[in-house]
C-alpha cells in the first residue's frame, strides 16, 4: 500500500472514530503497517475494498480503532516536566492533602502504556519526594484501555531505551538486570494499580490530587471528544490538584475547570467551577 492511500484512508476514517488526522500525520507508519496487515488478513486488495468491507461490518470499526493506538513512552518522558513535579508540584499536594487531612497524595496515570510514566511517578516520589515527608505515602492508578499494554505494565521489565531519561542512580537502585533488560523491584511497583479502562467512556471512581493525561486525548482525540475528555479530567480532579499533559499538548480552545500553571510543560491546576468562565 501506497503512503499516499493510506494517509487517504486514515483522512477519511479516523473523524468516523472521532480522531483527528493532525495527531496521526508523524506516526501513521505503525498504524499503515497494521492496516497493511489486516487487508492480507482479509484477503482485501486495498483501502477501497476495506472501506466497502466497513460499511458492510460496522463491528470492524473496533479494529481500526485499535490499530489507532500509539503506544510510545519512556521512563520520565520530558524529563523537565518530571523535575518540576518533584520539586515543586508533589510539594504543593502535599500541602493540598494535609489541608485535606489526608496522609496519601492519589495520582492517575491515563493512558498508562506499558507502565513507564506510572511508575517514573513512584521514582520520583521515592527518590526526590518521601525522604523529606515522612508518613507521607502514594498510590498510582495507571488507567489503560490495551490489554497487552496493560501485561506489559504488569510484567514492568524494560529495554535500556526506555529508561535513558531516567537519572542513573535511580536505575541503579529502582531496577534489576535480566539479560539485556531492567525489572523494576516490586517495592516501586506496589503503589501502582493498572486499570482496564476506555477514556472515552470510563474513569476510576475517586478524585485526584494529580493526574496525568500525557500524548494521548489531546493529541489524537477530536476537538469536541477532548472537551468531553476534559471534563471527565475535571470531575476526577480535586480543586487545587494538578492536571499534566504532554510537553507538545494544550487544552482544546473554551476548555474550563483547569488554569494553566506552568505553559511550556503542559501543566494545568483544577479551579472550582465558580472561577472559571
Ligand atoms: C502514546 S501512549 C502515551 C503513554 C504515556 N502517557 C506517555 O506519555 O508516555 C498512549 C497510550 O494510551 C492508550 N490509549 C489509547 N486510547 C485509549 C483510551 N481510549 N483509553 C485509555 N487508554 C488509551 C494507548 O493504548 C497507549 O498505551
Given amino acids: 500500500m501506497k503512503d499516499s492511500e493510506c494517509v487517504n484512508f486514515l483522512q477519511w476514517a479516523l473523524p468516523h472514530l472521532q480522531m483527528r488526522w493532525a495527531g496521526f500525520r508523524k506516526v501513521r507508519g505503525q498504524v499503515c503497517k497494521r ?24 463491528g470492524e470499526w473496533s479494529v481500526v480503532d485499535a490499530f489507532c493506538r500509539i503506544s510510545i513512552s519512556r521512563f520520565c518522558r520530558d524529563r523537565q516536566v518530571f523535575d518540576a513535579l518533584g520539586r515543586l508540584v508533589f510539594p504543593e499536594l502535599l500541602a493540598l492533602a494535609r489541608v485535606r487531612r489526608e496522609h496519601r497524595v492519589h495520582c492517575w496515570n491515563v493512558g498508562a502504556a506499558g507502565g513507564e510514566e506510572a511508575y517514573s511517578l513512584v521514582l520520583v516520589w521515592s527518590f526526590a519526594v518521601a525522604p523529606q515527608y515522612p508518613g507521607m505515602d502514594l498510590t498510582v492508578h495507571g488507567s489503560e484501555v490495551d490489554d497487552h499494554q496493560i501485561a506489559r505494565a504488569q510484567a514492568a521489565c ?21 539479560g539485556d533488560l531492567f525489572r ?4 516501586y511497583r506496589e503503589p501502582v494499580l493498572f486499570l482496564r479502562q476506555d477514556l472515552r467512556e470510563e474513569a476510576p471512581k475517586r478524585e485526584y490530587h494529580l493526574v496525568l ?53 503542559g501543566i494545568y491546576r483544577r479551579v472550582p467551577a465558580s472561577e472559571t468562565g
Fill in 158 to 178: 524494560y529495554g535500556r531505551s526506555s529508561l535513558k531519561e531516567l537519572p542513573e542512580a535511580w536505575r541503579l537502585e529502582a531496577f534489576a538486570r535480566e
Fill in 184 to 187: 523494576l523491584h516490586a517495592k
Fill in 35 to 58: 492496516i497493511q496487515r489486516r487487508l492480507q488478513a482479509l484477503g482485501l486488495a486495498d483501502v477501497h475494498a476495506y472501506r466497502e468491507r466497513l460499511a458492510q461490518d460496522p
Fill in 213 to 265: 493525561c500525557r500524548n494521548l486525548a489531546f493529541t489524537y482525540f477530536d476537538e469536541m471528544l477532548q472537551h468531553a475528555v476534559c471534563r471527565r479530567l475535571a470531575a476526577h480532579t480535586l480543586p487545587g490538584g494538578i492536571l499534566v499533559l504532554g510537553s507538545h499538548e494544550k487544552l482544546p480552545p473554551g476548555a474550563t475547570g483547569f488554569r494553566p500553571w506552568s505553559r511550556p510543560m
